[in-house]
């Protein structure tokens, strides 16, 4: 199968103009993305562990792991590089609304694969907390809203601050400061990136030294580097929060780099 081609399956099969219909007027469900190289995923048990926990949260049941990368390779297919994303959605959703427990069905999206992006960022403190932070949910209109706002601001992204001025993530990544000595992610309710975790354990491992604590607006001006982190790039340059002005620490970013580069992949 050539991944240059989109393809969409729901439970191995092609998806139908009904499943769509579902999707876009209920937008119940979770997803994760991931980058799949050589039929391989950095963190693929972390990406199935996510899907797992998020479905008996939003479901009461999960599908099994095993069937999930069933229906990723067969949509994936030979291609040797491509971004997949794994949405767990229900066409049972008269039972959902009872309050039954039911097996989600798997969605499976795959496009041509993404690369990782370097040039920095700008980005604007939004008073903005996600719903349910700790799934990767598909309620995503409050989130857009808060990215138009920062663009049209001049801003490139949005990072979210809750009503006290607590720090917690940026609109579709994770955040970690650095003030000289050691990187701080806010611990705050966010969205525990599979990315971010790849990356504070490689951190650790290699005696990088990195804390987890409670980061306010107020704090920000201690730090002297940020970068942002996703699915797509390990670690992407922050140059400016609102009005303060952050430098791009090529050093750190190409350590960070580095760092996961020894993250090894895992074959779907």
């Not at 991931?34 to 990406?47: E, I, K, S, T």
């Not at 700790?134 to 490139?156: I, N, S, W």
Request: aromatic share 6%; with cysteine; hydrophobic share 40%.
């Amino acid at each position: 199968m050539e991944t240059s081609a989109p393809v969409v399956e729901v439970n191995g099969a092609p998806v139908t103009p009904a499943d769509l219909e579902l999707l876009a007027f209920s937008n119940y469900g979770h997803y994760t993305s991931m980058q799949v190289r050589q039929h391989a995923v950095r963190g693929l048990d972390l990406h199935l562990s996510r899907l797992d926990e998020n479905a008996r949260i939003l479901f009461g049941q999960a599908p099994d792991p095993g069937r999930v990368r069933d229906c990723v390779k067969r949509a994936v297919g030979t291609g040797r590089a491509c971004s997949v994303q794994v949405t767990l959605f229900s066409r049972a959703l008269r039972s959902l609304a009872r309050g039954s427990a039911v097996e989600p069905d798997i969605m499976v999206s795959v496009s041509p694969p993404d690369e990782p992006q370097t040039s920095a960022l700008r980005v604007r403190c939004g008073d903005y907390e996600r719903e349910t932070p700790q799934v990767k949910h598909l309620a995503t209109y409050g989130l857009l809203r808060e990215v138009r706002a920062a663009r049209t601001a001049g801003f490139d992204d949005v990072l979210f601050v809750d009503r006290t001025g607590l720090v917690s993530e940026g609109s579709t990544w994770n955040v970690c400061f650095h003030d000289g000595h050691q990187g701080v992610w806010p611990d705050a309710p966010a969205l525990r990136g599979v990315t971010m975790q790849l990356l504070q354990t490689a951190m650790r491992e290699a005696g990088v030294p990195v804390a987890s604590e409670p980061v306010l607006t107020t704090d920000l001006g201690r730090f002297t580097a940020a970068f942002a982190t996703n699915s797509v790039t390990a670690a992407r340059p922050l140059t400016a929060l609102d009005a303060l002005t952050l430098k791009r620490d090529d050093a750190l970013l190409s350590m960070l780099h580095a760092l996961y580069d020894t993250v090894p992949w895992q074959p779907l």
